[in-house]
Every structure is written in structure tokens, then in C-alpha cells.
């Protein structure tokens, strides 16, 4: 009985194809509508360097990294976390190994493999692919959401409707690999509560410094010497409005318009709400974690005789390259020329963050769908038989694995949620 229903599944990144592999398992028949010529295009890039495809950490910990959304997400990742998702790409011959950092990846480091075992798997199970088809929203006389679902084609605009849908569509970062929050309006439109799509794990626009001459953003002179510069072994702090310190150790780049990388994409949410709240935000850095700043101002004040600042810093701080040059780029020369007052801007370096990037430059996307608007099931209230999954839904997470995993339990809730809506309408 349940093979002569039909679920439509829009959008064939993680969180779509979980969700038919899903229903197709309950018996269902599935199509998979997608914008790209193929599938998995954003799974693909996000595997170039290494597929991150979730992280080790004990659950307490894994689950806070979802912040004002970790609980109403922890049920799904009770379900369907970590460790099941490992469990579940060893079903698909893809073996995982742990990495140092705690992060979990494919032995083979690649998404390439992994996906063309899971599209083998869905397509024995039946589950039907139509590439190149965008979604368009819904005909204006459809007398149902699951109903005069509009795509476009290579052969034109034509319409298809399913006894229930899942949506998947992705946010609105890197919109050429498909994610381009065109479905905002759509839904906004029928009366879904949706927050505004904002950039997640991004990089930011640097403001004007202490010892710029030029105004916003980085000198022509920093900018021709240092883009594409990685800063290693730094740490940063950023104190929020409610005087909350945050601290994070790693590396990050210097861009042609302020600073981006990992580091910095940890404390990205967290700085976002600071630039809106205030305007800007101030990140220090500490460009020496392993120096105390005692020991840096009595090294920096030895008598430095012929050699220039410059050596004197190289030689007494360890400091040069890119870290020199950030010094130059953000203190004034009275500063750069005091050797108390150049120690402690060596050990918190003030950065004055103006914007984020662009949402479509971004890795993920904050905001979508409320989950005040989605039922237990992710099926939205107001238009029941439609399910939302993965990242059109009102939640972040830092990189490190956690979107990804994420994305595949909602998908994995959607499906069965809408698996047992249809057992429920017959």
C-alpha cells in the first residue's frame, strides 16, 4: 500500500538524500528534484579538503555547540549523531578514522566515494533523480502544499505534486552550487515564520585600525604584501555584550578585505550579533600564546643598539612576516616604538571587525524556518504534509563536523516524519 504513495524530496544535498533514503526504506515511493546538473554539489566542495563528516566529542558537548537551538536539535541527534552516522557510512563500505583535533573524516579523506555508494544504494532502492530542475514555488490555483509544485527544466517550466513533501533546499551561501534561499518569499508568503538568512562561518571586513592613515580596511601597502598570509599559532578573545570573554587558538588568513579561516569562523556567530548590535566588533589577538607579557616587555626592552625595530622583534619576541606586519597595520607608531606598549599589543592586538562577508561567500547560513513553525515531525504547522530539513532551518553550528551531522539528522527526521504522517492519512 504505501509503494502507491508518492513523496516528492526537494533539494538533494545531505539533508534531502537522508531524507529519502528515509522514506524509500518505509516503503515510499521517492523523487528527488535538485537545481544542479548533478547532486551533492555543496557536499562535494565541502570534501575537497577532506570531508569533516562529524566529530568525536562526548554528546554534552557535541550537542551545546548548537547553541539557542541545542535542545529543541537534540532529540535528532540523539537519534541520529555521531556515532550513528559513522555506523552509517561503514554500511556504505566508507571507513572512518578519528584526527587529532577530534574531528572525524573518511579513511579516504574524500566525499567523492561516499556519495557514489549512497546514490548506488538509493537508486537500488528505487528512490528517482530529475537533475536540473528548479524549484519555482507553488502554481497560484494549487489546492494544496504538496500540490502545482513548479520547477524549471531544460524543456520548460513544468509542474509535479506528491501525497507529501520534503524541503531541503539548503540556505542561501555559495547560491551557485544551488543553495540560494529563492524559497524565502514562497513561504514567507503562506504565513511561515522565517528569520532573516544571515552569513555563518565567515570571514569579516576589517574597519579602520589604530595606525591607519587610510581609513576603512586594510593599507594598500598590508593589503599588496600579506592577502592570501596564513596567521598560525594565534589566539583570539572577543568579549560579547553581556561581558561573556570568549577564546579560541588556532590560525586564520589574512584576505584582501580583513580576515577569514578557522579561527575566525568559530567566533563568527558571536561576532555577527556584536557588528549588528553595535556596529562594529573588536577581536584581539594574541600573536605570542606561548610568551607571558611580562617576559615580552623584558625582552623587547633590551637595549636593541644598531639593528632595526624590526630585527629587534624577530630576535627578542619572535615575531616577523605577517605577524610584523599586523603590528605596523594596527598600532600607531608611538606604540610600535614603546617596547611596554608594543608587548602588550603583541599579546592582545586589537582588530576592529566592520562587517561580515557576504552571506554568499559564507560556509553556512544562520536563520530560516522557525522551529516554532515546524511540528516535532519538522512538518510545518500551517501547511500540513510539508517538511523542512537541513539548512533552511533556524539553526547554526560551528564547522568541525557539526553541520554536516546536523543536516543528516534532520533530513533522517523529516523523512520518517513524513513517513508517518502518510501511515496516519490512510
Known amino acids: ?5 508518492n ?59 548548537y547553541r539557542e537551538r541545542q535542545d529543541v536539535l537534540a532529540p535528532m541527534l540523539a537519534d541520529f549523531g555521531a556515532e550513528a552516522l559513522r555506523e552509517w557510512a561503514h554500511g556504505l563500505g566508507v571507513e572512518t578514522f578519528v584526527g587529532s583535533s577530534g574531528r572525524v573524516f573518511p579513511r579516504e579523506m574524500k566525499a567523492a566515494p561516499l556519495l557514489r555508494a549512497w546514490l ?3 537508486r537500488e532502492a528505487g528512490v528517482r533523480f530529475h537533475v536540473r530542475h528548479r524549484w519555482l514555488g507553488w502554481q497560484s490555483d494549487a489546492p494544496e502544499p504538496t500540490s502545482g509544485l513548479r520547477f524549471a527544466t531544460p524543456d520548460g517550466e513544468r509542474t509535479a505534486g506528491a501525497d507529501a513533501v520534503v524541503l531541503a533546499p539548503g540556505g542561501a551561501s555559495w547560491a551557485k552550487l544551488g543553495s540560494d534561499g529563492a524559497w524565502v518569499p ?4 503562506r504565513g511561515i515564520g522565517i528569520a532573516a538568512l544571515e552569513p555563518a562561518n565567515c570571514g569579516f571586513d576589517v574597519g579602520a585600525q589604530a595606525g591607519s592613515t587610510s581609513g576603512e ?14 596567521v598560525k599559532s594565534v589566539a583570539a578573545t572577543f568579549i560579547d555584550a553581556q561581558g ?8 586564520c588568513m589574512i584576505s584582501a578585505t580583513g580576515i577569514e579561516g578557522g579561527l575566525i569562523y568559530a567566533l563568527s556567530a558571536r561576532l555577527r550579533d556584536a557588528i549588528a548590535a553595535s556596529g562594529s566588533a573588536t577581536l584581539h589577538l594574541d600573536l605570542a600564546p606561548g610568551r607571558s607579557l611580562e617576559r615580552l616587555t623584558e625582552d623587547l626592552s633590551r637595549p636593541r643598539g644598531a639593528r632595526s625595530m624590526s630585527s629587534h622583534l624577530q630576535s627578542k619576541a ?45 560556509i553556512s547560513t544562520a536563520g530560516g524556518v522557525l522551529f516554532e ?35 543528516f539528522a534532520t533530513g533522517r527526521a523529516a523523512g520518517r516524519g513524513a513517513a508517518e504522517w502518510l501511515a496516519s492519512q490512510y
Open 217 to 230: 580596511g586594510w593599507s594598500e601597502h598590508f593589503r599588496e604584501r600579506f592577502v592570501g598570509e596564513p
Open 7 to 65: 513523496v516528492i524530496v526537494i533539494g538533494a544535498g545531505p539533508a534531502g538524500l537522508m531524507a529519502a533514503e528515509t522514506l524509500a526504506a518505509r516503503g515510499l515511493g521517492v523523487d528527488v528534484f535538485d537545481a544542479m546538473p548533478s547532486v551533492g554539489r555543496k557536499f562535494l566542495l565541502a570534501g575537497i579538503g577532506g570531508l569533516n563528516l562529524t566529530h568525536s566529542e562526548p554528546a554534552q558537548a557535541f550537542i551545546s555547540r
Open 373 to 407: 513553525d515546524v511540528d516535532e515531525h519538522l512538518m510545518l504547522r500551517a501547511l500540513p504534509g510539508l517538511f523542512c530539513c537541513g539548512e533552511m532551518l533556524d539553526w547554526e553550528a560551528p564547522t568541525g563536523g557539526y553541520l554536516l551531522t546536523a543536516c
Open 318 to 362: 619572535g615575531i616577523t612576516g605577517v605577524k610584523a606586519g599586523l603590528l605596523r597595520e594596527c598600532t600607531t607608531a608611538a606604540e610600535f616604538a614603546d617596547p611596554a606598549r608594543l608587548a602588550t599589543a603583541i599579546k592582545s592586538l586589537p582588530l576592529r571587525l566592520a562587517a561580515p562577508r557576504p552571506l554568499d561567500e559564507a
Open 120 to 122: 548506488h544504494r538509493l
Open 186 to 189: 514562497w513561504l514567507g508568503a
Open 1 to 5: 500500500m504505501n509503494a502507491a504513495r
Open 244 to 251: 561573556e570573554s570568549h577564546y579560541r587558538a588556532g590560525e
